[in-house]
């Protein structure tokens, strides 16, 4: 898998394909055995952390996205290799995983072709590889289509792989196997969420900052301007606590507890009723306070508020939203 696709696919994307189900027996026996205390999806993966910290995957294996050492895709959990106890969270890009450990370390597995594993290689890997340069000292990690990045302790972003946008922020647009510091944040970062093609953080200042492509406004800097390195999100006179990437698009919970976001709309992904794609963050429509969390997929949105409900907005065509329906929706819907 390589090469920029005329659709991306992310890391909130869910498990799809043409599979045959296994018996529902097998199934439900196979998950009822896994306590999991997070899942993350890739194009055609997905994978649970458990709550003994060990990893399990399913679905696609094509280029070894499930870590356990074969190229066979699988309908039941399989256990990655090398990874029973230690991981603390996952990401998942389009065909490639990724785990922090509970040591700092980063370990990646899967399509490699662009060097989205950052151990200094572009061989694909089905079993776990340490990223260079990352075996401590990494808070989180997030993964894009086709790139990856961590957030180290110190409060810099370091990121890896394709870079044909700008996504890796390092001010160049070549690829890099190996992690590269994203240019002006080294220090001061708190968060950092990967999309598309695109890259964004929050600054200790409650600041917005972007960097990738930039063809619909994902950057938030009120242009359509790709940028090789971070650019502040504009309008944003609340701050933001946290952020999130989508496929094309990118949100926020603000300060005051609301939740904006900026891009590509046509299918609704910004939730502020017109449809109409923004360069700079605009209102998701109803909540303008009490948001709690925020997750952008491919291009639908999901925030939960304060009180436990769920809210979704965007292209609704699979059933994305939730809501019992096949359709887009323009602005949120419980």
Excluded at 10 to 15: I, Y
Excluded at 89 to 100: I, K, N, R
Excluded at 268 to 285: C, F, I, K, R
Aim: aromatic share 4%; net charge negative.
């Amino acid at each position: 898998m390589s090469g920029r696709l005329g659709s991306c696919v992310l890391a909130s994307v869910l498990l799809l394909g043409g599979t045959i189900a296994a018996p529902a027996q097998a199934r439900t026996a196979k998950r009822d055995a896994i306590l999991a205390s997070s899942v993350v999806g890739g194009a055609l993966h997905s994978c649970a952390l458990t709550t003994t910290g060990g990893v399990e995957c399913w679905g696609y294996n094509g280029d070894g996205e499930l870590g356990n050492g074969t190229l066979t895709s699988s309908e039941v959990p399989v256990n990655v290799t090398g990874l029973a106890s230690g991981v603390v969270a996952l990401a998942a890009g389009a065909w490639h995983t990724c785990a922090l450990l509970n040591s700092g370390g980063v370990e990646c597995w899967g399509d490699n072709e662009l060097g989205e594993l950052g151990d200094g290689t572009t061989t694909n890997r089905t079993t776990p590889v340490s990223g260079l340069g990352l075996a401590s000292g990494v808070a989180a990690v997030t993964a894009g289509q086709l790139h990856t990045c961590a957030l180290t302790t110190a409060g810099g972003v370091e990121c890896w792989g394709y870079n044909g946008d700008g996504e890796l922020g390092n001010g160049t647009t070549a690829d890099s196997a190996k992690p590269v510091s994203v240019a002006s944040l080294t220090t001061g970062v708190t968060q950092v969420s990967a999309g598309g093609y695109h890259t964004c953080a929050i600054t200790s200042d409650d600041e917005a900052q972007c960097w990738g492509a930039n063809d619909f406004g994902e950057l938030g800097d009120g242009t359509t301007t790709t940028s090789a390195v971070p650019v502040a999100v504009t309008g944003l006179d609340n701050g933001a606590q946290s952020i999130a990437a989508g496929g094309l698009h990118t949100c926020v919970i603000t300060n005051a507890g609301g939740a904006q976001c900026w891009g590509f709309n046509r299918d609704g992904e910004l939730g502020d009723g017109t449809g109409v794609e923004s360069d700079q963050p605009v209102d998701v429509a109803g909540l303008t306070s009490g948001v709690a969390r925020i997750a952008a997929g491919l291009a639908h949105t999901c925030a939960v508020t304060n009180a436990g409900a769920a809210e979704c907005w965007g292209d609704g065509e699979d059933g994305d939203l939730g809501d019992g329906a096949n359709a887009m929706d323009l602005a949120p819907i419980g």
